[in-house]
């Protein structure tokens, strides 16, 4: 019963829009039919601090509530998570994804982290981000890296649910920006 | 066509809220109900409802408002969560005694010491000797479709009692699930005009709230209250009648899953349920005959239905999300218990876990270690320890 849920985790930092990719990822999915689930691990939310969001997407209803301990998918969107204990594969089963924001090769993050079965994408997000935002945010850029790597939501789908829900916030420039990053982060990261 | 909006439970909550469009709420918010409290600030102030909306100081005066506004003769509702309940404390009991229809949301969260903002049972188990009814939800749909059916149980002429609608902090509270939306005339069309019965502003009409009551009349009054209590179940069920309707879900006061032929079962309250379901699945898939019961309405206690529901049982486990500290366990487990010793010939092995204080995450494994403890009573008839706890390091 339970594969037929795509379990997700991000790791992230508190201010790196990680529950926010999360949110968006999620509701992308809900709007194309499915249903979904999106939940933050709230502990001392602070800025900088270690912090985990969870995502589940299913065809069918979605009954469990409890943590996501054997994610399908892990997005790591801040590389100097990759030291941390317990670590960020941990739960990842043989047929896991690993996503990782990094400049490093796909096989250096799997040395660094015995990570021997599962598949490893790396993509450079940050500099993405700041390439195309001018901010060193890359939650964004992560969730057109998570489309390649999974297929899980169409990259069209998701630049619909970004103008929706962040059109109004942000400037077109920026919004612009955010679009393109998502194009740039989905062509150019690397499986391995 | 219906929407279907991606929410949270504490945005459910409040969108109900904005379809019903009450006269009077009056709330202070407290994690993690602060957003259910701040989103129908906005609705109000974007003038999608016109509700008064009354910031008050502190959860008294939040409740002694609601009170205040409800005995005037208007549609009242407010939000809480843990602190916020046990300071409304007094005036719980007020607003029950006082037979005033007030619906509130809360948003379960651990009492201090210590002090944890996550979701356990403690706040809304503490209070349910005070009158209040309480329905217990499993996920965002669910808190927003019982928001809206709490104004007809509460506004019943044959009810007038104020209801307690529970989720899970954190849990349901703030996880985005998509929730399906009736329409907003659907919904006004639902609750209907609220009409009291003897408002206090009916000045051609005078009445008097709250008066000093002594040997004389008190106990009559109380054992109106407590009938009105007894009586509302089978009100409520009528109303979820008319509500399936209405929704085309199944509501009942308990829910059973996969019951009809079960042999062993977990029964529980809230999220806990739809995690449950899912192990019961599994366990089918295995040949185990797991069933799942979820009570749904708490106070009124669903006495027959849940003896019912245990009749052809061979083990439960009842789960707690609260420990009462008297030394023996949960208080669920305590009115379970009550039911099947009363109602059942045979009375079926039934333990107690104590589970998840605080937020701590119940998983599939640790429901599956309980099942398995089950599936060894079933076969011998022996029971263990009553008291049990899951989770915790000891």
Avoid at chain 2, 2 to 27: C, F, W
Avoid at chain 2, 285 to 295: C, F, N, P, V
Avoid at chain 2, 334 to 347: M, R
Wanted: hydrophobic share 40%.
């Amino acid at each position: 019963m339970k594969k037929q849920i795509t379990e997700i985790r991000f790791h992230g930092r508190g201010g790196q829009g990680a529950k926010t990719a999360a949110d968006l990822l999620a509701q992308t999915a809900l709007e194309a039919g499915k249903h979904i689930q999106s939940f933050p691990e709230y502990g001392p939310e602070r800025a900088g601090a270690p912090m985990r969001s969870y995502v589940r997407i299913s065809d069918e209803v979605i009954d469990l509530h409890c943590g996501v301990s054997n994610p399908d998918i892990v997005a790591v969107i801040d590389p100097t998570l990759l030291s941390i204990n317990p670590p960020v594969t941990e739960g990842v089963g043989k047929e896991g994804i690993l996503l990782v924001n990094t400049n490093e090769k796909p096989e250096d993050i799997r040395k660094k982290l015995n990570f021997k079965d599962g598949t490893v994408y790396t993509v450079d997000a940050t500099k993405i981000a700041y390439e195309e935002t001018g901010l060193p945010l890359p939650n964004t850029a992560m969730l057109g890296a998570i489309i390649k790597a999974t297929g899980i939501i169409t990259i069209d789908h998701l630049k619909d649910q970004l103008t929706k829900k962040l059109g109004k916030k942000l400037s077109p420039e920026k919004m612009a920006g955010n679009i393109k990053a998502i194009t740039k982060a989905y062509d150019t990261a690397v499986k391995g | 066509m219906s929407k279907i909006l991606p929410l949270t439970g504490d945005h459910a909550a409040s969108e109900s809220m904005r379809q019903i469009n009450p006269d009077v709420v009056a709330a202070y918010p407290i994690t993690p109900a602060t957003e259910i409290v701040m989103s129908f600030s906005q609705i109000v102030a974007n003038g999608l409802a016109d509700t008064e909306m009354v910031p008050v100081e502190s959860e008294h005066s939040a409740m002694s408002a609601c009170v205040g506004a409800s005995a005037s003769g208007v549609r009242t509702m407010t939000a809480t969560s843990s602190q916020g309940l046990a300071l409304m404390w007094e005036v719980l009991y007020i607003a029950a005694g006082m037979r005033l229809p007030i619906i509130m949301h809360c948003v379960n969260r651990a009492l201090s010491a210590p002090i944890n903002i996550h979701g356990d049972h403690s706040d809304g188990m503490g209070a349910r000797d005070t009158g209040w009814i309480q329905i217990y939800c499993e996920n965002a749909q669910e808190v927003y479709e019982m928001g809206i059916f709490a104004v007809r149980v509460a506004e019943h002429k044959d009810i007038m009692l104020p209801v307690m609608v529970n989720q899970d902090g954190f849990i349901t509270s703030h996880a985005i699930e998509g929730v399906k939306m009736f329409e907003d005339a659907d919904v006004k069309k639902f609750v209907g005009e609220y009409v009291p019965n003897m408002p206090l502003l009916d000045v051609k009409n005078p009445v008097t709230f709250g008066p000093i009551d002594l040997q004389d009349y008190y106990f009559e009054h109380k054992f109106q209250q407590a009938q009105a209590m007894r009586d509302s179940k089978k009100r409520i069920v009528e109303l979820f009648a008319e509500f399936n309707k209405f929704s085309g879900k199944k509501y009942e006061l308990v829910e059973q899953y996969k019951m009809e032929d079960a042999e062993i079962a977990i029964l529980a309250l809230s999220s806990t349920c739809g995690t449950t379901r899912v192990v019961v699945n599994e366990l089918r898939e295995k040949g185990i005959k797991a069933g799942m019961i979820k009570i749904r309405v708490f106070r009124p206690f669903p006495m027959d239905e849940v003896a019912a529901a245990c009749k052809n049982l061979k083990a439960l486990a009842v789960l707690d999300r609260a420990d009462t500290c008297s030394g023996e366990g949960g208080a669920v487990f305590g009115d379970v218990c009550t039911a099947i010793y009363n109602l059942n010939e045979k009375k079926v092995p039934a333990i107690n876990y104590v589970y998840g204080l605080g937020g701590r995450d119940i998983d599939e494994a640790q429901i599956k270690n309980i099942f398995n403890e089950l599936v060894d009573i079933a076969k011998t008839g022996q029971v263990k320890t009553v008291l049990n706890y899951s989770g915790v390091r000891i």
